[in-house]
């Protein structure tokens, strides 16, 4: 039996981003933040259309990543289902309601446009 060859960030990444539009999610991005910050490689932001719609879309990522053998992730706000966030280490998964996604502004602060945006790491 061969190893399961492990996914680059950015393939990670595509996987969920494709769960997401399969389910019909509310502008899904995704944000490179590497050199931003050394937490994570990208941030896939999406929102839903209600609090039974974002768990549909946070079960899709699940789903779509464990049929990859991609497991482990760390979750918060999937009982609310108002701002859930899937922790996969070098991936980030923001789904939210959107008014919660307007309010916040995510891709704004990360992408360097709000005001106080974290800067560029400085290169190694």
Same mark, same amino acid.
């Given at each position: 039996?061969?190893?399961? #060859?492990? +996914?680059?960030?950015?393939?990670?990444? /595509? $996987?969920?981003?494709k769960?997401?539009?399969? =389910?019909?999610?509310?502008e899904?991005?995704l944000?490179?933040?590497?050199?931003?910050?050394?937490?994570?490689?990208?941030?896939?932001?999406?929102s839903?259309?209600?609090?039974?719609?974002? #768990?549909? +879309?946070?079960?899709?990522?699940?789903? /779509? $990543?464990?049929d990859?053998?991609?497991k482990? =992730?760390?979750?918060?706000?999937?009982?609310?289902?108002?701002?859930?966030?899937?922790d996969?280490?070098?991936?980030?998964?923001?789904?939210?309601?959107?008014?919660?996604r307007?309010f916040?502004?995510?891709?704004?602060?990360?992408?360097?446009?709000?005001?106080?945006?974290?800067?560029?790491?400085?290169?190694?």
């Amino acid at each position: 039996m061969s190893p399961k #060859r492990q +996914l680059t960030s950015e393939q990670k990444s /595509k $996987l969920i981003l494709k769960a997401l539009e399969d =389910k019909k999610a509310v502008e899904p991005v995704l944000i490179p933040v590497q050199g931003r910050t050394v937490m994570t490689d990208y941030f896939v932001v999406a929102s839903g259309t209600s609090r039974i719609h974002i #768990r549909a +879309l946070v079960d899709a990522v699940i789903e /779509k $990543l464990a049929d990859k053998g991609i497991k482990g =992730k760390r979750m918060e706000g999937y009982d609310e289902s108002v701002w859930v966030l899937l922790d996969y280490g070098d991936v980030v998964v923001h789904v939210m309601a959107q008014d919660q996604r307007a309010f916040y502004k995510l891709e704004s602060y990360w992408s360097g446009a709000e005001r106080g945006s974290p800067p560029p790491l400085p290169a190694e």
